[in-house]
Every structure is written in C-alpha cells, then in structure tokens.
C-alpha cells in the first residue's frame, strides 16, 4: 500500500546530542512537510519542500534542519537538541498540485524524548 | 497569524449522539480541511471543502463553510465509539501550507 513511512516510532537522545529522523513516502508525491506536535497542542509546520525547492518557516529556530536527497526521502535533522525539544515529529505528503484539492498524507510519527 | 480556534477544546457524548466541532479563522484560504488524530497516531485526512462550497458530506461526515463570517463546522452523526479522537480544521492558504486549529478533544461513550 502507497504510504508514508516514519522511522524510528521512539527516539530517545540526550540533551545536545544531535538526532535524525527520517521519512519515506511511496505516494511519489512533490510536496513533502514536517511538524512538531507538542501534547495537546496542533501541529506546527517547521518546514516543507516542494520537489526540491526548500520553504523554511520563518520562526523555525536554527536547530532545525532539512535534507530531501530524493523524492522518497526526507530526513529532519536537529543539531543540538534541547529539553524543549521533546515532541511528536510527524511528516507528510501532498501531490502539490491543483491548490484546491490538496489534502495531507502523514506519517505515523515519531516521538522524541529529551534527557 | 492563520492558526484557526475550535470549539469546544473538549467535547464528551454518548454512543449514538451527533457531534458539532466548531472552527475559525482569520485570513481568507483556498480550502479548508478536517483531520482526525487519534492519541499518539499520525493524523487521517477526513473531508476537504472548497471556498466556493458551503456544504459537503462524506458518509457520517458533514462539514459547512461560511467565508463570510470565516467559519466551519464538522457535524458527525449517530456516533460511535470508535470515533473518540482528536478532531482537527486546517487553512490551507497559499504555498501548499495548512495550518492547524488547536483541535477538539472528541470523547465518545459506550
């Protein structure tokens, strides 16, 4: 089944210690975004890329960063971790075509613990 | 900023009920969309309606817009257990981007 794949489920790293987080989609779809959902909040866009044009968000902190190297994979890479970090990370596609009917495919998520 | 406000923050019926989730928003968008979570789960795409569409239906699903007050609603009819989730709106303005509402905790008791 054509899906969006997120690994790992649980990620536990230690406070600066730098940590990756991968996905992959078989939609083949252009658009790909990742989130940082905290508990009980909404999701919060970080970034997206449309094929490979990156789109950073303008109060992303610089901690956070991007690889897309394909069209299947997209990877969020944070630098220096902080306990405020600790959240869901959820990513997602979309075909990135007709501005009207562009509904979001997401991943499982991952979840990152800070220690 | 975008970010739409649902209400009620928490909403709890019984087996069988119908379910209104409320949401706002400020700016004015090319779609507006409905996504479930459920707790600890990546989020399910429901329903998109359109800014020139004032009411869709998809099974037990009916959504509204209104973009002259800037609002919409999702109705979910003879609900069922399973339906227990986290209930999001989401703006989606220009670039491809949606934005979230802070989401309606929907508690649905046997």
């Known amino acids: 089944d054509a899906m969006v794949i997120q690994n790992p489920r649980y990620q536990v790293t230690q406070f600066g210690k730098p940590v990756t987080l991968s996905c992959s989609q078989t939609?083949?779809?252009?658009?790909m975004y990742w989130y940082q959902q905290k508990s009980s909040q909404a999701p919060k866009l970080l970034f997206h890329?449309?094929?490979?044009?990156?789109?950073n968000e303008a109060d992303t902190p610089d901690n956070f960063q991007s690889r897309r190297p394909n069209t299947s994979f997209c990877f969020l890479d944070i630098r220096s971790p902080g306990l405020g970090d600790a959240a869901m990370y959820l990513c997602?596609?979309?075909?990135?075509?007709?501005?009207?009917?562009?509904?979001?495919?997401f991943g499982p998520g991952t979840r990152l613990t800070v220690l | 900023s975008q970010q739409g406000e649902e209400d009620p923050q928490a909403l709890s019926i019984q087996e069988g009920e119908n379910a209104t989730m409320n949401c706002s928003y400020k700016?004015?968008?090319?779609?507006l969309q409905w996504y479930r979570q459920n707790s600890g789960r990546g989020l399910v795409h429901l329903i998109l309606?359109?800014?020139?569409?004032r009411e869709k239906h998809s099974g037990r699903l009916r959504v509204t817009l209104d973009t002259s007050k800037k609002s919409s609603s999702l109705l979910i009819t003879a609900s069922r257990a399973a339906d227990t989730a986290s209930y999001f709106c989401?703006?989606?303005?220009?670039?491809?981007?949606?934005?979230f509402g802070k989401g309606t905790l929907l508690t649905v008791n046997p």
């Open positions: 700016t004015s968008i090319n779609n």
């Open positions: 939609l083949n779809h252009n658009v």
């Open positions: 309606i359109r800014s020139n569409e």
């Open positions: 989401a703006m989606e303005g220009s670039n491809y981007k949606l934005t």
């Open positions: 997602a596609t979309s075909k990135g075509g007709e501005k009207d009917d562009n509904e979001q495919f």
């Open positions: 890329y449309y094929d490979k044009d990156f789109n």
